[in-house]
């Protein structure tokens, strides 16, 4: 979708996100030959298949940003926005815009995924908090060591990526109720130096957290569908 920005052809799916796509549509296929056949009283099913083709759509813009966010990070070479000519200069508010694109969709999914997996395995999550996140549903469903075969595994992956997701978190946090992330660390630099040049953030660091949080949704939408599949088959 984004990649005409690089001359470059739309290329195919691979690797986890192809994979958590397939099981996705798997998921769907399976809903609609239920539906079909008349096993959808309650409506459930259709509201299923409706959010799946949602998380479908927020995977691939997801990818999409991220894609985006490192073609142009890697076109950035200098260490202040004061040294840059006027093209990298772009550049650098390109890799902004689609960094921070990346990293507010990536906690927009995982709570859309959390509606999901609240309600299939019948959660009731909102008992305990009326806005709940993804994060929340999960620490119910290890409490209540409810379908352990899936809980555990998306705690062990929740576990694995805490430190890159904690910080980038914290620059969702900082970006949607404090003030531009990217100039989080420009008032640091300042409090220390006033007047000084700003240098950039860390963006090879920004780049990193951003590929483990991509890296945790791909993944927990794989677990979660393969789940999902199971529990269709026994209905």
Request: some cysteine; proline content about 1%.
């Amino acid at each position: 979708m984004l990649r005409f920005m690089f001359g470059e052809e739309e290329r195919e799916p691979e690797g986890s996100y192809v994979e958590a796509i397939r099981l996705m549509e798997r998921f769907g296929d399976r809903l609609r030959g239920l539906i079909d056949s008349g096993k959808d009283t309650d409506h459930k099913l259709r509201t299923y298949e409706v959010w799946t083709l949602g998380l479908c759509a927020s995977l691939n813009e997801l990818e999409q940003s991220c894609y985006a966010a490192d073609r142009f990070r890697r076109k950035i070479r200098s260490d202040s926005t004061e040294d840059m000519a006027e093209e990298e200069s772009m550049n650098y508010k390109r890799y902004v815009y689609f960094d921070k694109n990346a990293f507010i969709r990536i906690f927009s999914i995982m709570d859309k995924l959390s509606i999901l997996l609240n309600d299939l395995l019948g959660m009731k999550t909102e008992r305990i908090k009326a806005h709940f996140s993804y994060f929340t549903v999960l620490r119910n469903m290890r409490e209540k060591n409810a379908h352990p075969a899936l809980t555990w595994k998306l705690n062990d992956l929740k576990e694995n990526c805490k430190e890159p997701m904690g910080r980038l978190r914290k620059r969702r946090n900082t970006e949607i109720h404090y003030m531009n992330s990217e100039m989080q660390d420009d008032l640091v630099q300042r409090h220390k130096g006033y007047g000084d040049e700003v240098r950039l953030e860390n963006i090879a660091q920004q780049a990193a957290d951003l590929e483990q949080g991509f890296a945790m949704v791909t993944e927990s939408m794989k677990l979660t569908f393969d789940y999902a599949c199971g529990l269709l088959r026994t209905r």
